[in-house]
T-cell receptor, first 110, second 111 residues
Framework: AQRVTQPEKLLSVFKGAPVELKCNYS??????LFWYVQYSRQRLQLLLR??SRESIKGFTADLNKGETSFHLKKPFAQEEDSAMYYC????????????FGTGTKLQVIP | EPEVTQTPSHQVTQMGQEVILRCVPI?????FYWYRQILGQKVEFLVS????????KSEIFDDQFSVERPDGSNFTLKIRSTKLEDSAMYFC?????????FGQGTRLTVV
């Protein structure tokens, strides 16, 4: 079974402080990992996917297969980063479901 | 930029009534999904649909639920006889092969 764990329900940081949103997963095969963001009253949007190793809005995430983690990081938090962040896992293959973690609410304090 | 669209944005229904939630996936996508999010809880997988049939479904997706792609563009979720605990935000998603793109959701309130 595939599972995604986000241990923090709420993370409050001051503007300009570093951010790390934790995500651990369990899956026996090679997963595809994603971070989705949900701003207030908006739809879920893809933020990052591990296979493209990109940086979006200053966020990065590295897949650590040894620790089965995919933590989301940003060196300097901005107020507009305040949102719900969901880590998600998908088995390879187009029709496979995406399994979400419980989400972490990031609150950036001005 | 193409988007997944869902209608209605909010639906209120009486317990025991049937509801149909509608979705228009992104046009060249082949994989379709329904998820739900009960208030304050995580996003939960309901069902995936590919090649005109269900690929996978969760325990939540019991006989009261059904999905259909009635024409080339719509993807619907039907709840046959709604219960109070069906109240949630329902998200449709579609995918070409990699990540899923989500609609804005339909808030279903069962009274």
């Amino acid at each position: 079974a595939q599972r995604v764990t986000q241990p923090e329900k709420l993370l409050s940081v001051f503007k300009g402080a570093p951010v790390e949103l934790k995500c651990n997963y369990s899956y026996s095969g090679s997963p595809e990992l994603f971070w989705y963001v949900q701003y207030s009253r908006q739809r879920l949007q893809l933020l990052l996917r591990h296979i493209s190793r990109e940086s979006i809005k200053g966020f990065t995430a590295d897949l650590n297969k040894g620790e089965t983690s995919f933590h989301l990081k940003k060196p300097f938090a901005q107020e507009e980063d305040s949102a719900m962040y969901y880590c998600a896992l998908k088995r390879a293959g187009g029709y496979q479901k995406v399994t979400f973690g419980t989400g972490t609410k990031l609150q950036v304090i001005p | 930029e193409p988007e997944v669209t869902q209608t209605p944005s909010h639906q209120v229904t009486q317990m025991g009534q049937e509801v149909i939630l509608r979705c228009v996936p992104i046009s060249n996508h082949l994989y379709f999904y329904w998820y739900r999010q009960i208030l304050g809880q995580k996003v939960e997988f309901l069902v995936s649909f590919y090649n005109n049939e269900i690929s996978e479904k969760s325990e939540i997706f019991d006989d009261q639920f059904s999905v259909e792609r009635p024409d080339g563009s719509n993807f619907t979720l039907k709840i046959r006889s709604t219960k109070l605990e069906d109240s949630a935000m329902y998200f449709c998603a579609s995918s070409a092969a990699l990540e899923a793109f989500f609609g804005q959701g339909t808030r279903l309130t069962v009274v």
